[in-house]
């Protein structure tokens, strides 16, 4: 276990040596992917070794290792200091793996791009960043990480910077992020003011009995408003989809896998706040229920096979709120696990796609958009391999058994429906979460359906270029493929005498905040009656939409018909962002350019501020050059007026 | 080591460094009567003049490292912390002054190796400024200093304009001297004595804080010191004589003879008058006319050597605002800042003294332009000096202004902080463009600086200054620890243990 710190700093070696190279010797392709691949997997090697350890060790407590006094201020301090406990342990393991699969699918992808160095070096930073995240033992230390992985994220997505597209949807990500961000800085202040501490240990410990309910509340309110950033919920979700922007590989790892779940892990981190106080679960829970339905019928509608998954990842990132908000930790952080293999797979998957795609517009010099399912369609006999395995994980991620998704979401659901026993509010957050299901099972069969099956639609010339990515890419998927489909042994539940081992491997985690939480037993025979109603309404989104939609009907996207009605609204994503934009963006624009810019900057700051007294003190000055007339007896004068002043302060 | 000052050998022992500085005057005088006719002759007194400076520093280091302090009576020359340390900024700043002249005499024709002589005598002088306990001794370094200081003024014999500035320095000094001397009647006249400690005994014993004599004694003193510190009003001769020397005596002047008066005017105020609480009143008048008025009026200037004039009067200002703030971290953030401040002030001068082509011509800011491109070094190590005069983060200057500050804020002179931090903000208006012009304009002709070279030894002499800017930016610890034993030792309280003499 003390290898711990090695796992952090081989990813942020890799940054360094990567980043070095970059700058002088970009060319050298095979060094950076040594350097580049190498430092995560041996990072994940590393992580291995520590977990076992741990689960060796039968560890009631989180071990710290403190490093050195980082922040040493009055009676604060802060100690650069690493937690291994048994969430940080998941959270370790899904990152520094899932990470390395997409390190090595990205050798594939981005093998042809000037900024391959770039690239890694961005791409170990994140892993780095993430990793501080989550071992972090304080909230400050964590906080650098979560600045951190914004920091990547921002520079990732607007990596092809060239386009001010690209360059903006980082900018939106940014801001809209740091919005979230002062949320959590409060949240911290709020902390030390109420208990004069920052690291976890001592916060929980003392969390019951040094916070009032208000107290608890509001923390815990601001803490879930830099989730609802960092995990793009509602409020502020409307960056990830333009996020999509970035490299197809950075939106499997980033966009989907592991920053985005950041915001749970978080949630799941404090559980004992959030439980002592019910306002905020029921927040956490309520927003997470609505994102998952809301943004499930905007993901109904999109062409962008990217647009379609980064819609589907803010949802289901919704059913891990509302798993950790209803106190199921253990369900949420079971279901950022599973999301992490199939969301991860289908990105990699459609970046396959998006490759085939590319080269063959490539090879045509055709200008049409690779992303747009209209320009794709009876993919399956170009790409077999990619098709197989996005199948697996759309079958997973709709919930079909004995697939990984199944499992977690329905542990998930299961949890939100017992709650509701004691407040009924929490049936309607299940009904939500129902719905969003039978959404989800509906567009991940459409985005198949009109990749893969029906007609191609790619045109005639660029057809011929169509064809699988190299194994360094499949390779990945491959791996992923099978972790979405067994995922779910992690954690069977007792009901098919699975044992709900994540759920036990995590109790020393969650004991805390489970006390806090009233008992909500469910019967077995209401356990398998939802899991049936499940299971129905996800084969029934798949059989609906196999039914309803006609591949053969669409049109390529240069001659499609322009959207109506409803399909409009969905299309048009509910107009939030020019909601946003016209409510928000630019009313703030507005006051910043004409009020404070033209006026408080231009005409108070710098005209009278700055300019006035630098003109005041010039001609003070010059006015002062004019008495050295450099007369002798002047000075004389001047000097006898100096003394009588003199005297007169001290003879009165 | 403790020394019996009645007793002639300790006494001797004692007064080594003057007297070993003395004797090399000497030798130095002999020789140059000699040998005075070519640029070797030059080069050689130079090269003594060094020698004595070294010679004399490792002495006073010698005395350091034994803890030398005297024991007994009332003596006249003190043997502290304080004395050494501002010792060895008299003698640095004299070396560092003789490694900017060598080249300059010679390029300006200037055979008169007397110069170094001068410069020993001045050094000397300064040494019993800092280091004299009785007013006496005091009043003799000044004389000693300054008439050595007049000359070097006007050693440029064929320039008018260093004629000039010589007699006009010379009559106002005289004039100010009178102001001095006679302050210093008055204080024996009210007390009996002109021993440090024992007028600072005196006026407790004899209830004398606020005896009209005596105030009047001591204003007369302050006008004394705060003309040679060129402290406004008393500033008037400095711009015109900076002007007029040769750009290394400015140099000199700027910082070693200020420096000398400080120490002089520290180790007065706090021996004989830590009890009168009159004085606090003046010198912060002084510091907030010094600060306002040199900082104006350097915004004022287009010619650098003027601009540094007045900036040197803007940085008496910040020094009295240390004075004034009269405690333990202000006499520390005192002598850190006059290293700060003399390496900068020393460097700058140094720098404009290459850019100066024949003799007195006036080199305006905007002749800088371009100056980056052609000599990037010399650019960097001026715009290191006009930062660390700004008091920008990471050099000295920014130190020395903070613990100056700090002194301030400690004694509760909130007014005074405060506007030594927004005067600061407006010398930037006049640090700033020199940089600006380096490096943001192009140079007017290909060959504008063409033959700006700083020799060998004050190329030594500038990176060395330049680096001890950045160093003390960076770790001034050491250097601080240095300043505060200084401090310390200038605050025992040797009054109390004197007995009050019989009269």
Sequence with gaps: MNLLWLVPVLPLAGFVLNGALALAWPKAKPLVTAIGVGSVAAAFVVAVLVVRALAAAHLGAPVVFTYWDWIPVGTLHVPAALQLDQLSAVMLLVVTGVGSLIHVFSVGYMGDDPGYARYFAYLNLFVFFMLTLVLGASFPVMFVGWEGVGLCSYLLIGFWFNERINADAGKKAFIVNRIGDVGFLIAMLLIFQHIGALGFGEVFAKAPTALSGSAATAIALFLFLGCTGKSAQIPLYTWLPDAMQGPTPVSALIHAATMVTAGVYLVARCGVLFAMSPVASAAVAGVGALTALFSATIALKQWDIKRVLAYSTVSQLGYMFLGVGTGATAAGIFHLATHAFFKALLFLGSGSVIYAMHHAYHATHSHDDAQDMRNMGGLRHHLPWTWVLMWIATLAIAGVPPLSGFFSKDEILGAAFARGALVPGWYVFWGMGLAAALLTAFYMTRLMLYTFHGSNRTGDAARAHLHEAPWVMTGPLVALGVLSAVGGIMNLPDLVRGGERLAHWLEPVTRASAALWPEAPVGAATEWTLIAIAVVVALTGIVGALRLLRPEALVPAKVAPPETGLGKLLWKKWYIDEIYDTLIVRPVMWVSRVVLWKVVDEKIVDGAGVNGTAAVSRALGWLGSRLQTGELGFYVVLFVVGVVLVLRAVVR | ????????????????????????????????????????????????????????????????????????????????????????????????????????????????????????????????????????????????????????????????????????????????????????????????????????????????????????????????????????????????????????????????????????????????????????????????????????????????????????????????????????????????????????????????????????????????????????????????????????????????????????????????????????????????????VMYMRPAPSAAAHADVRLGRLAGAAVTLAVVGLLFFGIRPNRLLDLSAAGAESLRTPTAAAVAPPGN
């Design chain 2, 1 to 436: 080591m403790t020394l019996d000052l009645s007793l002639t050998r300790d006494l001797l022992t004692a007064l080594l460094p003057e007297l070993m500085l003395t004797g090399w005057a000497l030798v130095l005088l002999v020789v140059v009567a000699w040998r005075h006719r070519t640029g070797g002759d030059l080069r050689v007194a130079g090269g003594i003049a060094l020698a004595a400076f070294a010679t004399t520093a490792a002495v006073v280091w010698w005395l350091w490292w034994n803890s030398a302090a005297a024991q007994g009576y009332a003596p006249m020359i003190a043997v502290d912390d304080f004395r050494f340390i501002s010792d060895w900024l008299f003698l640095g700043t004299g070396a560092l002054t003789v490694l900017l002249s060598m080249r300059y005499l010679e390029r300006e024709a200037l055979l008169a190796p007397e110069y170094y002589v001068l410069l020993l005598f001045s050094v000397l002088g300064m040494m019993l400024m800092g280091g004299g306990s009785d007013l006496m001794v005091v009043f003799l370094g000044l004389e000693l200093m300054s008439v050595s200081v007049y000359v070097l003024a006007g050693i440029n014999r064929k320039s008018p304009k260093a004629a000039e500035a010589a007699l006009k320095y010379f009559l106002l000094g005289a004039f100010a001297s009178a102001f001095l001397l006679y302050g210093i009647a008055l204080v024996y006249g009210a007390t009996g004595t002109t021993n440090l400690a024992l007028i600072g005994a005196q006026v407790t014993s004899l209830h004398l804080e606020h005896g009209t004599l005596l105030l009047i004694g001591l204003a007369l003193l302050l006008v004394g010191f705060a003309f040679k510190v060129a402290a406004v009003p008393f500033h008037m001769w400095a711009p015109d004589v900076y002007d007029g020397a040769p750009t290394p005596v400015t140099g000199f002047m700027a910082t070693a003879v200020k420096a000398a008066a400080f120490a002089a005017l520290f180790r007065v105020l706090g021996q004989a008058f830590a009890t009168t609480v009159a004085w606090h009143q003046i010198v912060s008048a002084l510091a907030v006319a010094t600060m306002v008025g040199g900082n104006l009026v350097a915004l004022a200037q287009r010619s650098l050597k003027r601009m540094l004039a007045y900036s040197s009067i803007a940085h008496a200002g910040y020094v009295l605002v240390a004075v004034a703030a009269g405690n333990a971290s202000g006499s520390a953030a005192f002598l850190f800042y006059l290293v700060a401040y003399t390496l900068t002030t020393l460097a700058a001068f140094a720098l404009l003294a290459v850019k100066g082509r024949g003799g007195e011509s006036d080199v305006l800011i905007d002749d800088l332009s371009g100056l980056a491109t052609e000599r990037p070094w010399l650019a960097f190590a001026l715009a290191v000096c006009m930062l660390s005069l700004l008091g920008f983060p990471g050099t000295a200057g920014f130190m020395g202004k903070w613990y100056i500050l700090v002194a301030a804020a400690q004694s509760a002179q909130w007014w005074l902080a405060a506007l030594l931090v927004l005067t600061s903000v407006v010398s930037a208006g006049y640090y700033l463009p020199v940089i600006m």
